[in-house]
Every structure is written in structure tokens, then in C-alpha cells.
């Protein structure tokens, strides 16, 4: 279990990270693509991509195994505002003593290849292929699916920021989910160790992660920037994610009607069913068949909680609001 230890200081220093963190999805999915479980949730993404890696991209599994120790370096601080190429350009310049203490610590569990020596060493050609490797796998695993990966993430965040409006903080950490359990001052956490993180004034950044899987994760080191990186709903049709990533074009023909657009603009922030079956005066069905085409389309996702829908725009419907918008201003 983790124990994560508030004072009162640290109330007032949680935050929500503003998207997914480019590094953290990386490093859980390379993780979570040589698990066995989540075959509901993942199993499908894993016969899409085991067999489009290559050998650049699976140079990553021997330093992120499905179980055990991962070197923090993998995943700097930087927020999910960041590009993959800032983050990568952030951990080729991790300092030496950091390489060393992070692999030392990661081979007392388990052997290393050959090659990690010249990496805890700081040697530049090395940390150079570990930056190619990331961000080759990226584009061939996880590129084609990052708008999609990136909506529910938003929609995630969309919940906590109504649990903090509802109830606080307090609220907010008390409704994380099945995997935490908050009894002030402390928040206890699913976890595969005893481990204990004390914020001491720093506050917490809690990072919502599609990849994460099966429990929350943070980092070894409790000195650096206190950060908790948990999982969200895995409600998601790979089979629609292009080799681009861009939405069904058949669907997008489909999105017409002035009902249509008003309820893509009510869910810009987020809405319940019921909350847009009584703002537009509408049923129930009617709603959901909206999101369906909506959904479909790419342009609106869903996340349940507790037997309740919320639907939140993602960034391409916001974009087409904004666009409209803008037209109408002309």
C-alpha cells in the first residue's frame, strides 16, 4: 500500500496536470503491452502493436517491465502541456548521478542488459539511442491513437474538476476512485509495496494516464516533485482510431442539425445525460443517439462513474465550435 501524508498546506497545493503526460503514457504502455491482464481494455491495442515495433522500440522493455522498479528518469516533471520532444530532450540531459542511483536501484531486483552500464555512466550516444527509442515507439504505438488517448484523459480531468468544485480538495481525493481510500490527513493507495510518500508542504500533482494499468504509480524517489499517476476509464474503440488518428469521415458526414451543434457546445465543459436532456428539452434516447453520432465522429467522449455518463468535447469539437463560432462573428 502507498501512504501519501497531507498537512494542511499541502490541501492547497494539489493539482490537476492539464493533460497526458507524454512520457508517463510511454512508459505505462510499454509496461501494460507486456502484461497478460486488461485483455477487456488493452487487449486489442496489443495485437495492433506488438507486431509494429521495432527493434528501437523494444529497447525500452527491459528498463520497463510489467512488474518491479522503473527508473524514474524515464518519466521527468514537466506537466501534460509539454511536446514528446521537450520531454525527450529533458531526460538525454538527466545527470549522471541520477542515471546511476535510478539503474542501481532498479538492478537490485532484477539483471540489466550490458548496455545500461555506458547509460549510468552518462555516455551521450547512449542517452541519445534511449531518446530515439522513445520517441520511435511513440509514433508506432501510440501516435495513431494520441487524440483519442488525449479526449478521455480531458474527460477525466473534467471529473476531478467538478469534484473539487463540489467538495474540495478533500473531495476531490476521497473520490479518486476504487483505488484510494482518503482518511485525512492521509490518502492510502493501492499499490504493489509499502511505500511511503510525505508531501511536507511540496503539494501533489495527480496525473491521469490512459496506459497506467492495473493501480496507481508514483515515483521512488521521494524527494523529487511529489506526482501520482493513476488510472482512468478504458472505455475506447480502437477499431475506429485511423492510421492518422483523424476521425471517421463517414461519421463527420453525419454531423448535422442545429440539435446536434447545440449539444456539442453543452459539452464543452462537460454534461451529464440527464443535465443535456433537460437544458435542450429533449429525452433521454435522444440524447444518446446525439453522442453515438458525436462519439463516432470523434468529436465528443464519455466516461462513466458510478453508473453516471459524462460526455466532455474533445479537442477537435472544440475546435469546430470555435471555427463556427468565428464564422458567425463574420
Same mark, same amino acid.
Given at each position: 500500500?502507498?501512504?501519501?501524508?497531507?498537512?494542511?498546506?499541502?490541501?492547497?497545493?494539489?493539482?490537476?496536470?492539464?493533460?497526458?503526460?507524454?512520457?508517463?503514457?510511454?512508459?505505462?504502455?510499454?509496461?501494460?503491452?507486456?502484461?497478460?491482464?486488461?485483455?477487456?481494455?488493452?487487449?486489442?491495442?496489443?495485437?495492433?502493436?506488438?507486431?509494429?515495433?521495432?527493434?528501437?522500440?523494444?529497447?525500452?522493455?527491459?528498463?520497463?517491465?510489467?512488474?518491479?522498479?522503473?527508473?524514474?528518469?524515464?518519466?521527468?516533471?514537466?506537466?501534460?502541456?509539454?511536446?514528446?520532444?521537450?520531454?525527450?530532450?529533458?531526460?538525454?540531459?538527466?545527470?549522471?548521478?541520477?542515471?546511476?542511483?535510478?539503474?542501481?536501484?532498479?538492478?537490485?531486483?532484477?539483471?540489466?542488459?550490458?548496455?545500461?552500464?555506458?547509460?549510468?555512466?552518462?555516455?551521450?550516444?547512449?542517452?541519445?539511442?534511449?531518446?530515439?527509442?522513445?520517441?520511435?515507439?511513440?509514433?508506432?504505438?501510440?501516435?495513431?491513437?494520441?487524440?483519442?488517448?488525449?479526449?478521455?484523459?480531458?474527460?477525466?480531468?473534467?471529473?476531478?474538476?467538478?469534484?473539487?468544485?463540489?467538495?474540495?480538495?478533500?473531495?476531490?481525493?476521497?473520490?479518486?476512485?476504487?483505488?484510494?481510500?482518503?482518511?485525512?490527513?492521509?490518502?492510502?493507495?493501492?499499490?504493489?509495496?509499502?511505500?511511503?510518500?510525505?508531501?511536507?508542504?511540496?503539494?501533489?500533482?495527480?496525473?491521469?494516464?490512459?496506459?497506467?494499468?492495473?493501480?496507481?504509480?508514483?515515483?521512488?524517489?521521494?524527494?523529487?516533485? $511529489?506526482?501520482?499517476?493513476?488510472?482512468?476509464?478504458?472505455?475506447?474503440?480502437?477499431?475506429?482510431?485511423?492510421?492518422?488518428?483523424? $476521425?471517421?469521415?463517414?461519421?463527420?458526414?453525419?454531423?448535422?442539425?442545429?440539435?446536434?451543434?447545440?449539444?456539442?457546445?453543452?459539452?464543452?465543459?462537460?454534461?451529464?445525460?440527464?443535465?443535456?436532456?433537460?437544458?435542450?428539452?429533449?429525452?433521454? $434516447?435522444?440524447?444518446?443517439?446525439?453522442?453515438?453520432?458525436?462519439?463516432?465522429?470523434?468529436?465528443?467522449?464519455?466516461?462513466?462513474?458510478?453508473?453516471?455518463?459524462?460526455?466532455?468535447?474533445?479537442?477537435?469539437?472544440?475546435?469546430?465550435?470555435?471555427?463556427?463560432?468565428?464564422?458567425?462573428?463574420?
Amino acid at each position: 500500500m502507498l501512504r501519501v501524508h497531507f498537512t494542511s498546506e499541502d490541501l492547497t497545493r494539489v493539482r490537476i496536470a492539464s493533460g497526458p503526460d507524454h512520457l508517463w503514457e510511454i512508459s505505462n504502455s510499454v509496461q501494460t503491452l507486456q502484461r497478460r491482464d486488461g485483455a477487456r481494455e488493452f487487449g486489442e491495442w496489443r495485437r495492433w502493436a506488438r507486431p509494429r515495433l521495432s527493434e528501437s522500440s523494444r529497447l525500452l522493455s527491459p528498463l520497463l517491465p510489467p512488474h518491479g522498479n522503473s527508473p524514474d528518469f524515464l518519466t521527468p516533471s514537466h506537466g501534460g502541456s509539454t511536446t514528446l520532444e521537450a520531454a525527450v530532450d529533458a531526460l538525454v540531459r538527466t545527470p549522471r548521478p541520477r542515471l546511476r542511483a535510478d539503474l542501481r536501484r532498479v538492478a537490485a531486483s532484477r539483471r540489466l542488459p550490458g548496455w545500461t552500464e555506458s547509460l549510468a555512466g552518462g555516455d551521450g550516444v547512449t542517452l541519445k539511442r534511449l531518446g530515439k527509442a522513445i520517441q520511435t515507439y511513440h509514433l508506432e504505438a501510440l501516435a495513431p491513437f494520441w487524440r483519442r488517448v488525449h479526449a478521455h484523459v480531458d474527460a477525466d480531468r473534467v471529473l476531478r474538476v467538478r469534484s473539487l468544485m463540489e467538495g474540495g480538495t478533500e473531495g476531490l481525493l476521497a473520490g479518486l476512485g476504487p483505488h484510494f481510500r482518503w482518511h485525512s490527513p492521509v490518502l492510502e493507495v493501492d499499490y504493489p509495496v509499502d511505500h511511503e510518500l510525505r508531501l511536507d508542504g511540496r503539494g501533489l500533482t495527480l496525473q491521469p494516464s490512459f496506459f497506467c494499468w492495473p493501480t496507481p504509480i508514483t515515483l521512488a524517489d521521494a524527494e523529487l516533485p $511529489p506526482v501520482l499517476v493513476y488510472p482512468i476509464d478504458h472505455a475506447m474503440d480502437w477499431t475506429r482510431a485511423t492510421a492518422d488518428g483523424r $476521425p471517421d469521415d463517414s461519421a463527420l458526414g453525419a454531423l448535422v442539425g442545429h440539435t446536434r451543434a447545440a449539444v456539442l457546445k453543452a459539452v464543452r465543459t462537460g454534461s451529464s445525460t440527464v443535465e443535456l436532456a433537460r437544458h435542450l428539452d429533449v429525452t433521454h $434516447p435522444a440524447v444518446s443517439q446525439h453522442m453515438k453520432v458525436l462519439r463516432a465522429a470523434g468529436l465528443v467522449t464519455t466516461v462513466r462513474r458510478a453508473g453516471r455518463a459524462l460526455h466532455v468535447a474533445t479537442a477537435e469539437g472544440r475546435a469546430l465550435l470555435r471555427s463556427c463560432e468565428r464564422g458567425d462573428d463574420g
